[in-house]
């Protein structure tokens, strides 16, 4: 069995039915009771491992089954771990043995879990020749039974995970089954649209499944909280550990890894603890790493081809952690340049929600300094975020928006707003002044101050100024005067106070009719600075004799 599991669990598939009899019989007929202790032993370890073949769980018959499990009973932590991992995989299949795990909520399982691992770090401690035996088969028993809502819940209530801390440091084999814990105690439902659930009662009625009713424990305010408790518990810290040691780390302890850090992303309140834990530094890693210690090679991505789940799984965990976190404060060096192009990657994603919080990351990251601004603009992603734009999502638009006029203020970014001598620019630049004269008209207040503080910023260069009066007229703004919101108020008028250096452009405020909409702001603003913007404007256009008393 312990040469060849599949093997082994094929042989006794053929004679589940003489098992249990045979281990009556020989029990009985031993001549010590270490002997049998022994064949204990050894049958719940055979059948540990072969419970987790589900052929092998389909035919054991369940009276047999339960007069296995009463003849496997022990005293010994060995055997007791041995046979709870079984019951842990046959409950997948046997609904009585289900039912005696989630008795008392779970409780009773967890409390005998608790036990094995506590016994098995004693055991370690005392340097037993079995030592990491119970640990194994405790942890093998809790990666099942924490599929289950209610022992999810007692995991955290209970803190096993603080154990399983201290168990990873000194049994690198077993990480990868505590990582698997913690991604179940951890996951959310998968997110649906409401053509997706329809879609998927439609396939429930025509395979005449019965539709399960979805158990409160894993809603997610509940997972919320199983979060927050497995950070506080050291889980972060513990993962960042794993995931440095490039000895014991594997592929799949790398994709556990991505999705438990992404899903305690989900948590806002979280999230600045997390990077305290090392959560960005190990998603770093994660993204840009390989489990045998080698970077990923770079190369140029292929912008028309969907990001690879996996990395958008981390991209994601990275960017909603960006957004909660102080930049300035939160990464050590280098980290920016690290964390730009993985969530600039997201922008590629199909998935709405994942553009916005990549948009609303990159946002963050801008107002850092240069460096972040510089690898948007080096990763080609200007018109990317352009595009999403004219996005039919009001959200999408708003980000968009508040992040291309973040990015304005970056000196290649700003340049490029200039006509060039010989015009060659100037589709792209009748493109992108339409699409901030368009915003700044939106129902959506925040998507409008994003788009006439863009043009406040590009109106401080006067050759931009009457570029942007060729294509959308100086009156594009005039309407912001009126609004109510002081801060629209503000930047219209120092667009107009702006416009106001140019001589000719004067002419057009004035023609046009903006003297009024200025005194207006003037005598009635609640912003001290649209009402500073609006006298000097009205200053130069009096100097030039363009008002009328």
Request: glycine share 6%; charged share 25%; hydrophobic share 40%.
């Amino acid at each position: 069995m312990l040469g060849d599991n599949q093997l082994g669990t094929e042989i006794l598939l053929k004679e589940v039915s003489n098992i249990v009899g045979v281990l009556d019989l020989t029990q009985g007929k031993a001549n010590s009771e270490e002997i049998s202790d022994e064949i204990t032993l050894l049958t719940a370890e055979i059948f540990a491992l072969a419970a987790g073949n589900k052929q092998f769980r389909a035919a054991c018959d369940a009276e047999a089954l339960d007069e296995l499990f009463s003849l496997l009973k022990s005293e010994k932590p060995e055997v007791q771990a041995r046979v709870a991992a079984a019951a842990a995989k046959f409950a997948s299949t046997n609904a009585k043995l289900r039912e005696d795990l989630l008795k008392n909520k779970g409780k009773d399982t967890i409390q005998n879990i608790i036990q094995l691992l506590d016994s098995g770090l004693k055991e370690n401690n005392s340097g037993k020749s079995d030592s990491g035996s119970v640990e194994q088969w405790a942890v093998e028993s809790l990666s099942f039974v924490s599929l289950y809502p209610e022992i999810k819940e007692q995991i955290t209530n209970q803190d096993i995970s603080s154990r399983l801390v201290k168990i990873s440091r000194t049994h690198p084999s077993l990480r990868y089954g505590i990582a698997s814990i913690w991604m179940n105690v951890s996951a959310f439902r998968p997110r649906r649209d409401e053509v997706q659930e329809l879609q998927q009662k439609i396939q429930q009625m025509a395979n005449k499944e019965e539709q399960k009713e979805k158990n409160p424990l894993d809603d997610d305010d509940k997972v919320m909280v199983r979060c927050a408790k497995l950070v506080d518990s050291g889980v972060v810290s513990s993962i960042y550990d794993m995931i440095r040691d490039e000895k014991h780390r594997s592929q799949g302890l790398f994709m556990l890894a991505a999705q438990i850090l992404a899903s305690l992303a989900n948590n806002q309140k979280i999230r600045g603890k997390m990077v305290q834990e090392g959560a960005m530094k190990t998603l770093i890693i994660l993204y840009h790493g390989s489990p045998s210690g080698s970077e990923a090679p770079k190369e140029e991505p292929d912008r028309r081809a969907p990001i690879d789940g996996y990395k958008q799984t981390i991209a994601h965990a990275m960017a909603r952690i960006a957004i909660s976190v102080d930049p300035n404060i939160g990464y050590r060096e280098g980290s920016i340049s690290k964390m730009v192009p993985a969530i600039v990657s997201l922008l590629r994603s199909e998935d709405p929600l994942i553009q916005f919080e990549a948009m609303l990351a990159l946002t963050n990251l801008v107002l850092v300094g240069e460096e972040a601004a510089t690898l948007i603009s080096d990763a080609k992603t200007i018109s990317d975020i352009e595009n999403i734009q004219f996005s039919n999502n009001e959200m999408l638009q708003r980000a968009a928006c508040e992040l291309m006029c973040n990015m304005v203020m970056f000196e290649p970014v700003f340049e490029s707003y200039k006509m060039k001598d010989d015009r060659s620019n100037e589709p792209m630049l009748e493109r992108r002044f339409k699409i901030w004269g368009a915003f700044c008209g939106s129902d959506d207040v925040a998507t409008a101050k994003a788009a006439s503080g863009a043009l406040a910023m590009l109106s401080q260069d006067i050759g931009i100024c009457k570029t942007m009066n060729e294509i959308i007229g100086v009156d594009a703004v005039f309407h912001l005067l009126e609004d109510a919101d002081p801060d629209l108020q503000h930047r219209a008028a120092e667009v107009l106070k702006n416009m106001s250096r140019d001589e000719t452009l004067a002419k057009e405020i004035s023609k046009k009719g903006g003297v009024l909409p200025l005194v207006t702001v003037l005598g009635s603003s609640k912003s001290n600075g649209a009402k500073a913007a609006a006298s000097e404007a009205l200053d130069r256009l009096q100097k030039l004799n363009l008002i009328k008393l």
